[in-house]
């Protein structure tokens, strides 16, 4: 009996997979690239830098606060979302810094904005560790690749802010 409910069970399960061929495979590639967000926070002629504690790959390099945009989420919506949640701060958003820099081979698109902190004194809530970095200071730690080209941009303003 045993035997004959075996063979009764393995056909079934052959006949679920072949089943389950004639549905068509789930489109996961992206049309539009996906969209994050960052914010250069400035206080008193400094940036708020932040350091990766994972994925593995990217922990000890240094990041702008922020992430990605979620579904019907504007960009600036965002924004404010994750530095409440990485930070544990309400933040007001200025001006883009920058230009868009795609990442994820295309994929993904970064924009960061200069922010000012509204309430709340920024914990590493999600981050390593977090410095606030002078003009001078930008270079002293390793940033994210993305990153680069606003610390950049920074570099030209910063003193001014």
Same mark, same amino acid.
């Given at each position: 009996? *045993?035997?004959? %409910?075996?063979?009764? %069970? #393995?056909? @079934?399960?052959? *006949?679920?997979?072949?089943?389950? #061929? @004639?549905?068509?495979? $789930?489109?996961?590639?992206?049309? $539009?690239?996906?969209?994050? !967000?960052?914010? #250069?926070? !400035?206080?008193?002629?400094?940036?708020?830098? /932040?350091?990766? #504690?994972?994925?593995?790959?990217?922990?000890g390099k240094w990041e702008f606060p922020g992430g990605k945009v979620e *579904? =019907?989420?504007?960009?600036? +919506?965002?924004?404010?979302?994750? /530095?409440?949640?990485?930070?544990?701060?309400?933040?007001? $958003? =200025?001006?883009?810094? =920058?230009? +868009? !820099?795609?990442?994820?081979? =295309? %994929?993904?698109?970064?924009?960061?904005?200069?922010?000012?902190?509204?309430?709340?004194e920024p914990r590493p809530l999600e981050h390593a560790s977090l410095? %606030?970095?002078?003009?001078?200071?930008? +270079?002293?730690?390793?940033?994210?690749?993305?990153?680069?080209?606003? !610390?950049?941009?920074?570099?030209? $303003?910063?003193?001014?802010?």
């Amino acid at each position: 009996m *045993a035997a004959q %409910w075996a063979v009764l %069970w #393995a056909g @079934r399960a052959t *006949a679920r997979r072949r089943n389950l #061929a @004639r549905f068509s495979p $789930v489109h996961t590639e992206r049309t $539009v690239p996906l969209i994050i !967000v960052g914010a #250069a926070l !400035v206080a008193d002629g400094r940036v708020l830098a /932040c350091e990766r #504690a994972e994925p593995s790959e990217v922990a000890g390099k240094w990041e702008f606060p922020g992430g990605k945009v979620e *579904a =019907g989420e504007n960009e600036l +919506d965002a924004l404010m979302r994750e /530095c409440e949640e990485e930070l544990g701060i309400k933040i007001a $958003v =200025g001006d883009r810094i =920058g230009a +868009d !820099v795609p990442m994820a081979h =295309g %994929w993904a698109t970064l924009r960061v904005w200069l922010a000012t902190i509204v309430s709340g004194e920024p914990r590493p809530l999600e981050h390593a560790s977090l410095r %606030w970095l002078a003009t001078d200071e930008l +270079d002293s730690v390793p940033w994210l690749p993305a990153d680069a080209p606003i !610390v950049a941009a920074l570099a030209q $303003v910063l003193p001014t802010l």
